[in-house]
């Protein structure tokens, strides 16, 4: 069983930057990939980016890449999100994920643990 827990979210001006971190329980994060997602009001959960579990390969949704970056730490079981330049369609309930395999996953149902979520807001 792995155990997620996200911090970071709050509220930004458009423009402005976050970082979201997501730190895991358990001895093997190594062994899984980890991912980001999220859900806006009335609209389904979407995947934002993932990373493997090694942190070789990286991948982003089209709305977020060359604004935010995901990025891993083994050695502290964490995950983090870089969100630059954000948008207020950015605005959302953030989402860390694990899948118990270290192949980064772009889907929602290719994840086995979830975080309880973390507000983000970017005002216009």
């Known amino acids: 069983q792995v155990q997620l827990v996200e911090s970071g979210g709050g509220l930004v001006q458009a423009g402005g930057s976050l970082r979201l971190s997501c730190v895991a329980s358990g001895r093997t994060f190594s062994s899984y990939a980890m991912g980001w997602f999220r859900q806006a009001p009335g609209k389904e959960r979407e995947f934002v980016a993932a990373i493997s579990g090694s942190g070789g390969r990286l991948y982003y949704a089209d709305s977020v890449k060359g604004r935010f970056t995901i990025s891993r730490d083994n050695a502290k079981n964490t995950v983090s999100l870089q969100m630059n330049s954000l948008k207020p369609e950015d605005t959302a309930v953030y989402y860390c994920?694990?899948?118990?395999?270290?192949?980064?996953?772009?889907?929602?149902?290719?994840?086995?643990?979830w975080g309880q979520g973390i507000q983000v807001t970017v005002s216009s």
């Open positions: 994920a694990a899948t118990a395999t270290p192949v980064a996953r772009t889907t929602t149902r290719a994840y086995d643990y």
